[in-house]
Every structure is written in C-alpha cells, then in structure tokens.
C-alpha cells in the first residue's frame, strides 16, 4: 500500500514537473525534429542566444518578409553611399568674361599668371591652371573646374580694382620655412616663388623668383652662399648672371633679364631667378659669405 502511494506520488511529481517545463520553455519552436526534444530547464531570451545557436525571436519566427530584409534580421537599414559628382567645369579656353579675369588675377596673387587679366581665356591662362593644377596633385586639364576653383579661392583673396586692371599683385605672405627664423637667411618658398631676405626672423625684403625646369631643377635643402660675383657671366651658357649670389655648386641666386621679360613662361638652368633689378641689387648689398640660404617648398 505504501509503495502504491510512492508510485502514486513520483508520478504526480512528475506531471507537474513536465508542465513547469513547458511553462519555461514556451518559445518559439523549432522544426519536426525538435517535437521530441526535452525541455531545458531555461530557455534563453530573445535578447541572449544559446551558446552555439542564432538568435531567435517571436518576430523573427513569424514575420513574413524575407530572411534577408532589414526587419527579419533585425540590423538597422544600411544606405549606400552616392558617389561624389564630377568636377563641373566653370571656365576653359574661350571662355571670356568677368570670372576668367578674377581667375587671372588670382591666379597672378600665387605667381601662376603674369600677364594684365583681360577676362579672356586662352593659352597663357591655360597653361597656367594646368601647372597650378599640377603642383597640387590636380588633373592638370588646364580647365577650371569647381575643384579648381575652390582650391584657388582658399588660397587667395578677392582682387582689387588695380589687380583685375594689371596694375598690381597682392601676394599672400608665404609662410617662412622654420629653419629661416634664425639668423642671417635667403628664405626661397617654390610654392609661392618669392625669396624673402630674413635678419633674426624678421623679413628685411620680398621678391618674385622662379626656378629651373624639371631637367634642371633648383636643389632643396639648406646652404651658405660661398661666392658672390656682381658681373659675373655662365662660363658654361654664357649668359648674363649679374648680382651672382652662389649657394650650390653652379647654382647661384642673380638677377635674369629674361625673366623680367618673359615672366614665368621662362625657366633658369637650376639658378633662382630674380626679376626686379633694384631688390636683387639691395639684397647682393646686404648678403654676406657665410649666410645661410633655405629653398623648400
């Protein structure tokens, strides 16, 4: 009798040991081959997956749309991202007209045009946007596209009344390279083209120079001038070099007439070319054997 009423009792055990477990494991359930499954004593939530198992849902289970979408998977909608639009292009050989002749002058602030702005596009403008294109990593079309002209806008202000007329350049003051703040020093920026003669980190002088071509370039670095020759003529192109100021091997800082009549069409053999004769004379004056010469970009 006693051992019918423990039979009795483990069953009942039992029963509502297997109801408790359905309770708990009420979710969503799997397929054919899950239905004879035991129940765990916990089923994890929605939220924390069983080790080794996806993820699953009341949502998940009986959303309609596909396993894929965004709302089935439950990741948040992901946008592609639209390429940037090409470069449209705003002026470019022929072109005529009130902004070609901004372009002209702002492009003469930075020493790319070195003719009167006329507001007409042509050879000389384009030749020079595709070398200011160049020098900054650009497609050097020779057109000015937006690209182009945002890049010129930051690095120059609005001309003035005498600048768009040819009869001034405001230059931008270029930066001084840091090895030219101390002492007795030519500073010459290829960037902006100019040298600035600089006594203990205050420029004394500033004028236009350009350099020699990709076949000739003008050395970077740091020197001392070692010669200096008020008349001096190249013994090997034997051109007029005067207000010679030597700084490396044959290369020499000195006066170019050609560049004072071609401008920036023109290139040196690697010598830094200087146009306005009265500064370059002023500053032969001043510069000493020994003072350091500083050409970066």
Same mark, same amino acid.
């Given at each position: 009798?006693?051992?019918?009423?423990?039979?009795?009792?483990?069953?009942?055990?039992?029963?509502?040991?297997?109801?408790?477990?359905?309770?708990?494991?009420?979710?969503?359930?799997?397929?054919?081959?899950?239905?004879?499954?035991? !129940? &765990?004593? =916990? #089923?994890?939530?929605?939220?924390?997956?069983?080790? %080794?198992? @996806? *993820?699953?849902? +009341?949502?998940?289970?009986?959303?309609?749309?596909?396993?894929?979408?965004?709302?089935?998977?439950?990741?948040?909608?992901?946008?592609?991202?639209?390429?940037?639009?090409?470069?449209?292009?705003?002026?470019?050989?022929?072109?005529?007209?009130?902004?070609?002749?901004?372009?002209?002058?702002?492009?003469?602030?930075?020493?790319?045009?070195?003719?009167?702005?006329?507001?007409?596009?042509?050879? !000389? &403008?384009? =030749? #020079?946007?595709?070398?200011?294109?160049?020098?900054? %990593?650009? @497609? *050097?079309?020779? +057109?000015?596209?937006?690209?182009?002209?945002?890049?010129?806008?930051?690095?120059?202000?609005?001309?003035?009344?005498?600048?768009?007329?040819?009869?001034?350049?405001?230059?931008?003051?270029?930066?001084?390279?840091?090895?030219?703040?101390?002492?007795?020093?030519?500073?010459?920026?290829?960037?902006?083209?100019?040298?600035?003669?600089?006594?203990?980190?205050?420029?004394?002088?500033?004028?236009?120079?350009?350099?020699?071509?990709?076949?000739?370039?003008?050395?970077?670095?740091?020197?001392?001038?070692?010669?200096?020759?008020?008349?001096?003529?190249?013994?090997?192109?034997?051109?007029?070099?005067?207000?010679?100021?030597?700084?490396?091997?044959?290369?020499?800082?000195?006066?170019?007439?050609?560049?004072?009549?071609?401008?920036?069409?023109?290139?040196?053999?690697?010598?830094?070319?200087?146009?306005?004769?009265?500064?370059?004379?002023?500053?032969?004056?001043?510069?000493?054997?020994?003072?350091?010469?500083?050409?970066?970009?």
């Amino acid at each position: 009798m006693r051992r019918n009423q423990r039979t009795t009792l483990i069953a009942r055990t039992l029963a509502a040991t297997a109801v408790i477990a359905v309770a708990v494991g009420c979710g969503p359930q799997g397929g054919a081959a899950d239905a004879g499954a035991p !129940a &765990t004593p =916990a #089923a994890p939530s929605a939220s924390t997956p069983a080790k %080794g198992t @996806p *993820a699953a849902s +009341a949502s998940a289970a009986t959303d309609d749309k596909p396993s894929g979408s965004p709302a089935a998977s439950g990741a948040p909608a992901t946008k592609t991202a639209k390429p940037a639009p090409p470069a449209k292009v705003l002026m470019s050989n022929g072109s005529k007209g009130a902004q070609v002749k901004e372009l002209q002058a702002r492009l003469a602030q930075i020493g790319w045009f070195d003719d009167t702005p006329t507001g007409t596009y042509g050879a !000389a &403008t384009t =030749a #020079a946007v595709k070398g200011f294109q160049g020098k900054r %990593g650009l @497609p *050097a079309t020779g +057109a000015t596209d937006t690209v182009t002209w945002d890049k010129l806008l930051g690095m120059t202000t609005r001309p003035t009344a005498d600048e768009l007329a040819g009869r001034a350049v405001n230059k931008p003051t270029a930066k001084l390279d840091p090895r030219c703040m101390t002492g007795r020093t030519i500073c010459i920026n290829k960037t902006s083209r100019t040298l600035s003669w600089v006594v203990d980190g205050k420029v004394q002088s500033t004028m236009d120079v350009r350099f020699g071509s990709q076949y000739t370039p003008t050395r970077e670095g740091v020197f001392k001038v070692f010669e200096k020759s008020r008349d001096h003529v190249s013994t090997i192109y034997h051109t007029a070099m005067p207000f010679a100021m030597f700084f490396s091997g044959g290369q020499a800082v000195h006066y170019s007439s050609d560049f004072a009549a071609r401008g920036y069409n023109g290139a040196s053999h690697g010598c830094v070319n200087v146009r306005d004769k009265a500064k370059v004379s002023a500053l032969f004056d001043q510069v000493h054997i020994g003072d350091k010469v500083v050409v970066s970009w």
